[in-house]
């Protein structure tokens, strides 16, 4: 009767947050994307802002040269004003981090975009940091962060009607079974996926010429990136940013479709 009981429970919460994700659908306005997310706006840049000193903190805190950090932001603005993500409600903020080991950027919901200072001295021009920049802005106007995070809820959910369904208090054995459930709920969360990388990377070739810069630049930056993985150790950037196959090749071919007459001669390397 206890099975019976906890099967039928597990089938209702299932239930219930399947039609609770797939109920929740809204256009993108920026990308015209149809997405199940079920956060305002108002609230990705809340908590965007809530997050943003903590995330800085494990990264030693913002970066003291005060120039080199309004140079990012210089830039990050720049990119903002040109293009459609002027047009989101995101209250872009760029930010330079202090550490100077690791290789980074990320965005957080609602517009926070950091790029730590380790990753900044790698890039040698301009548009490379343009390139990282308009790529994380990508992120944000395309809402993968708030996207993520409804899969959380429904990755949860059903892993925890699964627990609740597996879980046996007469078979103690079921509880690992439960426990592994949950676990491989929170590791599917851990990253942006493919489609994610894919969507940044065509959003930033789009808006880098938009802005005055060489979208050529993001594939300096794919090199670098891979050049400074060679010692055994991925930059941090690879690994919350998983490369969707050849990235390079996927970054050519974007920008051979934007520019099908050659790249204009005006543009910033």
Known sequence: MRGNLRYIIALLMAGFTLVTYYCKRSVNEVTGEVQHVDMTAEQEIALGLQAAPQMAQQYGGLH???????????IGQQIVRSTKASQSPYKFQFHLLADENTINAFALPGGQVFITAGLLKHLTTEGQVAGVLAHEIGHVVGRHSAEQIAKSKLTQGLTGAAAIGMYDPDRPGTMAA?????MVGKLLTLRYGRNDELEADRLAVDYTPQAGYDPRAMIQVMQILEQNGGSGRQPEFLSTHP?????????????AAEFPQGMPSNLKP
């Open 64 to 74: 003291p040269n005060r120039e080199a950090a309004a140079r990012v932001e210089q």
């Open 178 to 182: 439960s426990a592994a459930a949950a």
């Open 243 to 255: 490369n969707p196959g050849n990235r390079i090749g996927h970054l050519e071919q974007e920008i």
